[in-house]
C-alpha cells in the first residue's frame, strides 16, 4: 500500500509515493538523491539526521514521511545559494568544526535554527540547541566556535 505526499522541498513543489513505514531520511535519500541526511543512530539519539520541517529541526530518522505531507522541508543542500555559502557553513569552514564530517549536516541545520530564533545566543543557549547532536570525533570546541563566528558573521550583514 503506498500513498501520494505532497511538499515543499528546498523551495521547490514536489511529490512522491511512500509506503506508511518510511521515514523521512528515506525519502530524501532514495527519491531525491539529497544525501546530507544521514541515519547513523536510528533513534533520533545523535542528530546526523536534522532537517528543518516548517522551520523545526526534526530527527528525519523517526519522522515518517507521511507527516511531510504539506510541510516545507529544508536540508543542507539548500542552504548554499547562488554558488555562495550560508553564513553557519562558512562559520563551520573557518573555524574548522568538522573532522570526519558526518555530523555537520545536522550541526549546521540546528547552528540555522538556533541562530533564526536567537541571533546572539548565550553560551547555554548554544548548548541546549546542540545538545542533540553527537559529533564522535570530538570536535566540540571548534563547533562551539563556528556557532559564534556564524552569529557575528550574520549580524555582521
Not at 536510528?42 to 528543518?52: D, E, S
Not at 545559494?81 to 573532522?99: M, S, T
Amino acid at each position: 500500500m503506498t500513498r501520494t505526499i505532497s511538499f515543499t522541498l528546498n523551495g521547490e513543489s514536489v511529490a512522491a509515493e511512500i509506503k506508511p513505514h518510511h521515514n523521512l531520511v528515506e525519502l530524501l535519500q532514495r527519491e531525491f538523491n539529497l544525501l546530507g541526511a544521514r541515519e547513523s543512530c536510528g533513534q533520533g539519539m545523535c542528530g546526523c539526521c536534522t532537517v528543518l520541517v516548517d522551520g523545526s529541526a526534526v530527527s528525519s530518522c523517526l519522522y515518517l514521511a507521511a507527516f511531510a505531507d504539506g510541510a516545507e522541508i529544508v536540508t543542507v543542500e539548500h542552504l548554499a545559494a547562488n554558488g555562495k555559502l550560508d553564513p553557519v557553513q562558512e562559520a563551520f569552514i573557518e573555524a574548522g568544526a568538522f573532522q570526519c564530517g558526518f555530523c555537520t549536516p545536522g550541526f549546521v541545520l540546528m547552528t540555522k535554527q538556533l541562530l533564526d530564533e536567537h541571533p546572539d545566543p548565550s553560551d547555554d543557549q548554544i548548548g541546549h540547541y546542540l545538545s542533540g547532536n553527537l559529533c564522535r570525533c570530538g570536535a566540540y570546541p571548534e563547533i562551539i566556535a563556528a556557532v559564534k563566528l556564524a552569529a557575528r558573521i550574520r549580524r555582521n550583514k
